[in-house]
């Protein structure tokens, strides 16, 4: 559940980044973006690591 979470969440991220021009918000967005690709990343290591042991 936390995975499709954390997809819907990078999917969000990159449409607003698709029309946000305003320079501050577009790098909270990405700094967000980067913060939601990192946890998805932990998640799938950590779903990935259960299914081995």
Not at 27 to 45: G, H
Request: hydrophobic residues 40%; aromatic residues 4%.
């Amino acid at each position: 559940m936390a995975d499709w979470i954390a997809r819907a969440n990078i999917e969000h991220f990159k449409k607003l980044l698709q029309t946000e021009k305003d320079p501050v918000k577009r790098s909270v967005i990405e700094r967000e973006l980067a913060e939601e690709e990192q946890k998805l990343a932990a998640i799938l290591k950590s779903q990935n690591e259960r299914k081995k042991g």
